[in-house]
């Protein structure tokens, strides 16, 4: 809007009123105008005031700590939640180096390293330690983004932190308590593979029983010979060269020597099974290594069966039918605590029956490996097959049952990725079926 004062002649002649008139005029439309501005100016202001608001309530109720700087890292603007985490007011934080607020010099220059290097693109999800009012250190984990002017000259960075030590604690406890139960687990494991050594002692005992007898059969028919050559080199020493013979017929020295080969052998035999024997309880008794190895099944449910059956009193049939080959990958010591587990539930529930049987059947069916367990027991009562394979659910009497040997296996074979499950059979007993992958996990 412009007005242009009329010259001061026309204002004094005829037309002059009429130029008046317009002046007032003019006058009157710039006060309009001036009004006008004001009002908008008002409402400019009102909205602006209000945006300032919105933006300091916003500030203040963020928990993350927020700092606005300059180029240089001074501080120009940050919120409450600094303030309260520097035990310091904005005022004092104002115009303050950022870099006073870490904890040492070894993170103050690792921080200037780190804003400077990556001002433009940023810095995300960087840890520092940061002094707290407190005089603590606390980790801090930062954000640092650039703030460009409209003609993108870098004006400064505005940092966002989020203190972690709480955070770090509660993560250490979770992590304590998850090894705690693992320990507690691996314990529970170890206990249970214990209980049914012991009573399967007996079973054990019995089988090394056997090549012991074996060998020490082979030794004493040895010590017999020993001295009957004994005699013969003596006579052979003393030059009784005419007596010998006879005393070679006497003594059936050629028998001996005949025999001893096969002595030898089955000693060796003896040994190597009673080795193997002994091996197979370090395995199973073993403290898991978890490396897992090539696990022969017919050699594990043979010899569950077998110390099952050996030490138990009354009489319980087991027939086997299973392919010749039957391999999987895992631990056989655990594999051994699954079947044992299964051989001596059927055992237990068969108890007291004149036809007590188990018939173990195993298939290999594409990837996997299917064993069954059916025995002509009293099967399971619908309300507890719910309850089967959770901890210390049991329904034997006290030094008996622990409760834990399903869900032990349950775990075992879950961890060799594979399945076990529980039914009744359609004519009574009780199977279970375990089933693994060939390959293993
Ligand atoms: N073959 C089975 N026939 C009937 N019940 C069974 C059989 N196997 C397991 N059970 C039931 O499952 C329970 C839990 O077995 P388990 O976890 O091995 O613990 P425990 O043998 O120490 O009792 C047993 O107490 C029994 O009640
Ligand atoms: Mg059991």
């Known amino acids: 809007m412009s007005t242009t004062v009329p010259p001061a002649e026309s204002l004094l002649s005829g037309s002059g009123e009429q130029a008046w008139i317009e002046v007032i005029q003019k006058m009157d439309e710039v006060y309009n ?21 919105f933006i300091e309530s916003v500030l203040a109720s963020m928990s993350d700590i927020l700092i606005v700087c300059d180029r240089n890292g001074g501080i120009e603007e940050v919120n409450p939640s600094l303030c309260h985490f520097a035990g310091k007011s904005a005022e004092e934080l104002a115009h303050t180096p950022i870099f006073d607020l870490f904890a040492d010099d070894v993170e103050r220059s690792k921080a200037r390293e780190v804003f400077a290097r990556h001002a433009r693109d940023g810095v995300h999800d960087c840890e ?79 089988e090394l029983n056997n090549p012991i007898s074996f060998v020490l059969g082979n030794v004493l028919s040895l010590q017999r010979y020993a001295s009957r050559l004994g005699t013969y080199l003596d ?12 005393l070679r017929e006497e003594l059936r020295i050629d028998r001996i020597l005949a025999d001893m080969p096969h002595l030898i052998d089955g000693m060796i035999e003896g040994a190597e099974r009673t080795r193997d024997i002994v091996d197979a309880l370090k395995r199973f008794s073993a403290v898991d290594k978890a490396q897992p190895e090539e696990v022969d099944l017919n050699e ?142």
């Open 128 to 206: 520092f330690f940061l002094r707290a009012g407190d005089g603590s250190t606390v980790p801090v984990s930062m954000n640092c983004t650039p703030r460009v002017s409209q003609t993108g000259k870098l004006m400064g960075v505005v940092v966002t932190g989020r203190p972690v030590g709480e955070l770090r604690r509660a993560y250490q406890a979770l992590r304590q308590a998850h090894d705690d139960l693992k320990r507690t687990q691996s314990q529970l494991l170890h206990a249970e593979k214990m209980v049914s050594l012991g009573r399967l002692v007996a079973g054990v005992a019995h």
């Open 33 to 53: 105008d001036l009004l006008q501005y004001e009002v908008a100016l008002e409402e400019k202001n009102a909205a602006l005031e209000e945006s300032h608001q």
């Open 300 to 441: 594990v449910v043979e010899r569950s069966v077998r110390w099952v059956t050996q030490s138990s009193s009354d009489k319980f049939a087991v027939d086997c039918d299973l392919p010749d080959k039957l391999h999987c990958r895992g631990s056989s010591g655990q594999l051994q605590q699954v079947v044992m587990n299964l051989v001596q539930n059927a055992c237990d529930a068969t108890a007291g029956r004149r036809d007590a049987r188990l018939s173990i059947t195993g298939r290999q069916q594409g990837g996997e490996i299917v064993l069954r367990f059916a025995d002509n027991g009293p099967g399971i009562p619908e309300a507890n097959l719910a309850h089967l394979f959770e901890p210390f659910f049991t329904t034997k009497p006290v030094g008996q049952g622990t409760g834990l040997g399903l869900s032990i296996s349950y775990g075992i074979v879950e961890r060799h990725g594979g399945r076990l499950i529980a039914a009744n059979l359609p004519d009574g007993g009780a199977e279970f079926i375990l089933t693994l992958p060939v390959e293993g996990k």
């Open 235 to 246: 006579t052979v020493h003393a030059g009784n060269g005419e007596k010998l013979p006879a």
